[in-house]
């Protein structure tokens, strides 16, 4: 059921979709997948004259959820309550399965109600949420499995020489793990780009198995690296609980976390050090904010994964938040497609400081076109 408007509320009056496929600047890869190009899907919810903004990255056939199946809902309601208008679309599409896709789809239809709420209510959306911290840190992420050294380490070097960031993070887990030597001889090579001084963290993308990763781990920690990202798949929650029990880097996972459960269970598992969320995947800033205070009563930090300027402001709002995502293809993207990006130098971006409403951006919609493919 569509939850009702106050007779004194603005109400959305439209809900529209496009999806823009950007190719990468080089081929990217992880341990478990390549690919050439990535899709940011663009949500607008009106109100009067007002349009918020919200998206993911994801298949263009996601626009095509957000118009057949969440517009429909979202129309016509209040656009001060957000919580009621994603309670709404997660039952809608129940039979459509919420998982994946769909879920995407309403993340950044959420994403965009709270821009318009802001914009309407001329705050900065970190205003409306209400401050935890004045700046949120970030970490350099890119490093790509199809990198070959030399670019590699202009990335390390640009992040941490140029821009002052602190922290930074490769993928591993080459081939599924079946290349231990060039695992090894690149993550050697990033802590001589990056010095003895900045954090190291790595990414397998769930590449290897226990055992491979608790012996890698050894190797890892020898050489200051203090983050083990998805060192055994998500999916297998005992595996990362046995890798975390047995290694000194700190484990984190949870990006492909779709549905607060999810969370509630990698937790319990005692699976993590540190937890990941896509406010992106679970459901756009009203989960990403539950998923930040459940992870707050067990006592474990959330770190934002990718889309930086989707969780500036909610990670200003979040007090156990340890860090978010620089990541290099959605940095890029995003600074080509939008007016107002943050400015990373330093390893902090502050969200709101500016004064502009809402998420602070403007889509750069002719500079997007030549992308547009749904």
């Known amino acids: 059921m569509t939850p009702p408007a106050a007779a004194d509320a603005p109400v959305v009056e439209a809900v529209e979709a496009a999806a823009y496929t950007v190719p990468t600047d080089a081929p990217e890869g992880d341990g478990t997948l390549t690919w050439d190009s990535t899709t940011l899907v663009l949500v607008r919810a009106r109100s009067g004259g007002t349009t918020g903004i919200g998206w993911t990255y994801g298949a263009p056939a996601t626009a095509q959820v957000v118009t057949a199946q969440l517009a429909p809902v979202v129309t016509g309601t209040s656009a001060w309550d957000v919580p009621a208008a994603n309670g709404a679309m997660c039952r809608a599409v129940r ?87 060039r695992d090894r001889d690149r993550v050697v090579w990033a802590r001589r780009s990056i010095g003895e001084a900045a954090a190291l963290y790595v990414d397998a993308n769930g590449a290897y198995g226990v055992k491979q990763a608790v012996g890698l781990a050894r190797f890892l920690h020898d050489l200051g690296v203090t983050w083990f990202e998805e060192p055994v798949s998500s999916d297998h929650l005992a595996g990362l609980a046995q890798v975390r029990s047995r290694i000194v880097p700190e484990v984190a996972a949870g990006e492909y976390g779709y549905t607060l459960p999810y969370f509630g269970h990698m937790l319990r598992a005692g699976a993590v050090d540190c937890l990941q969320a896509d406010a992106t ?17 067990f006592g474990v930090d959330l770190s934002g994964h990718c889309a930086p300027h989707v ?20 940095v890029r993207i995003e600074q080509m497609l939008f007016d107002g990006t943050l400015d990373p130098g330093g390893g902090t971006i502050a969200p709101g400081a500016d004064g502009v409403p809402g998420l602070g951006l403007k889509f750069r919609d002719k500079r997007a076109e030549p992308y547009r493919v749904a």
Do not use: M
Not at 139 to 163: H, I, N
Not at 282 to 292: I, N, Q
């Open 311 to 330: 969780h500036a402001h909610a990670a200003a709002a979040a007090p156990n938040l340890r860090h978010l995502e620089w990541f290099h293809d959605h």
């Open 95 to 181: 039979n459509a399965g919420l998982p994946g896709l769909v879920a995407g789809a309403v993340s950044a239809v959420d994403i965009a109600l709270w821009d318009l709420k802001a914009r309407l209510l001329g705050l900065p959306l970190v205003r409306l949420f209400g401050r935890a911290r004045g700046d949120v840190p970030i970490y350099g992420s890119g490093g790509f499995t199809t990198y070959d050294d030399a670019r590699q380490d202009r990335q390390l070097r640009g992040w941490v020489e140029e821009q002052g960031i602190p922290r930074v993070k490769i993928k591993i887990g080459q081939s599924w793990g079946s290349d231990d030597d």
């Open 281 to 297: 995947r679970c459901g756009g800033l009203t989960a990403w904010l539950r998923v930040s205070a459940l992870a707050h009563a």
